[in-house]
C-alpha cells in the first residue's frame, strides 16, 4: 500500500516533467530549426504549422488533464446509507461489490479513500480516481497526449535527420539508430544534446502507442457500456445501443470536446445531478 502511494505522487511529477521537457525541446530546438529552409515562406512555412499544431494538441492535453483532476469522482458514501456493522464497512474496505443501499456500480478507492460511481480505475498519472465523472476528459487527455508525443516523434526524427544526415525511409533505420548512437556516444562523436534527443524519440514512441491503445481499449468498453471494473469483478451490465453508451459519456456536446477541453456537459449523469 505505501508504494502504491509513493507511485500516486511519482507519477503525475513525472508526466509534467516529460510534459515541461517535450515542451521545451520544441519551442527552443525543433521548431527553431525549420526555420533556417530557405526554400518556403513564412506565412506557411512548416515552424509555423508545426507550432500550431503542437500547442494545439498540448493545450488540449493539458487542458483536460487539469479537468480530469478537478471533476474528482463525487464521494458517494457521504450521501449514501451503507448500513451498521463491521461487515459492511469490511466490504467497502475491500473495494467489492456494494452494499445493496448503496448505488450499483460503486467501488471504494482506497488511494483516493472515497467511493465512486461508475468507477473505472485510478489513475497513478492523475493521481485519481476515473468515474463517471471524468471518463471523456479522461478519454480526450490519452488521445491528445498520444498525438502530442507522436508529433513530438516526428519533430524529433526530422531534427536528427538533419543534424546527423541520415535518413529515416528505411525502418530499420529507427531501430538500430538507438544502439548506434549509444556506441558514437561513448567514442565522442555525438553529442550529448543529440543523445538525449534520440533517448526522447523511443520515450514518445512509447508514450504515444501505449496511450493510443489506452485510449482504443476504453473505447471499446464504453461502447459495449462496461468499465474496467465491471470486466475486472465479472459484473453483468444491462445491454443497450452503442449509441446511448456515448452519449452517456461524451454528451450531446461531444464535437465541441474534441476541439476544446470543456466539462463533460450535457452527459446523462450531469442531468441526473441537476434534477
Not at 51 to 61: D, E, I, K, P, T
Not at 149 to 154: A, E, N
Not at 207 to 217: Q, V
Not at 235 to 254: D, I, S, Y
Request: hydrophobic fraction near 50%.
Amino acid at each position: 500500500m505505501l508504494v502504491l502511494r509513493l507511485l500516486n505522487v511519482v507519477a503525475p511529477a513525472y508526466f509534467l516533467c516529460i510534459s515541461l521537457v517535450t515542451f521545451v525541446l520544441q519551442i527552443f530546438l525543433f521548431i527553431p530549426s525549420m526555420f533556417r529552409d530557405p526554400s518556403t515562406t513564412p506565412l506557411f512555412s512548416p515552424a509555423l504549422l508545426h507550432g500550431a499544431l503542437f500547442l494545439f494538441l498540448s493545450a488540449n492535453a493539458l487542458g483536460n488533464y487539469v479537468l480530469v483532476i478537478q471533476r474528482s469522482p463525487e464521494d458517494l458514501s457521504k450521501g449514501l446509507s451503507l448500513g451498521k456493522g463491521a461487515e459492511v464497512v469490511a466490504d467497502w474496505l475491500d473495494g467489492s461489490r456494494s452494499p445493496g443501499s448503496a448505488l450499483p456500480s460503486t467501488h471504494f478507492c482506497r488511494l483516493c479513500a472515497r467511493v465512486t460511481q461508475r468507477h473505472d480505475h485510478h489513475c497513478f498519472f492523475t493521481g485519481n480516481c476515473i468515474g463517471s465523472r471524468n471518463m471523456r476528459n479522461f478519454i480526450m487527455f490519452c488521445l491528445y497526449t498520444s498525438l502530442a508525443c507522436l508529433d513530438s516523434l516526428v519533430a524529433g526524427m526530422a531534427y536528427i535527420s538533419a543534424a546527423l544526415s541520415m535518413s529515416f525511409a528505411n525502418p530499420l533505420a529507427f531501430l538500430t539508430l538507438l544502439p548506434h548512437s549509444i556506441s558514437q556516444f561513448f567514442s565522442g562523436a555525438l553529442l550529448s544534446s543529440e543523445m538525449f534527443v534520440i533517448l526522447m524519440l523511443y520515450l514518445w514512441l512509447g508514450i504515444g502507442l501505449a496511450c493510443a491503445g489506452f485510449c482504443c481499449h476504453q473505447m471499446l468498453l464504453i461502447l459495449r457500456g462496461q468499465t474496467r471494473y465491471q470486466v475486472r469483478k465479472g459484473m453483468v451490465v444491462r445491454a443497450r445501443p452503442w449509441r446511448e453508451n456515448l452519449q452517456e459519456v461524451f454528451g450531446k456536446r461531444w464535437l465541441l470536446g474534441l476541439l476544446i477541453p470543456v466539462l463533460n456537459v450535457g452527459s446523462d449523469y450531469c442531468r441526473q445531478k441537476e434534477k
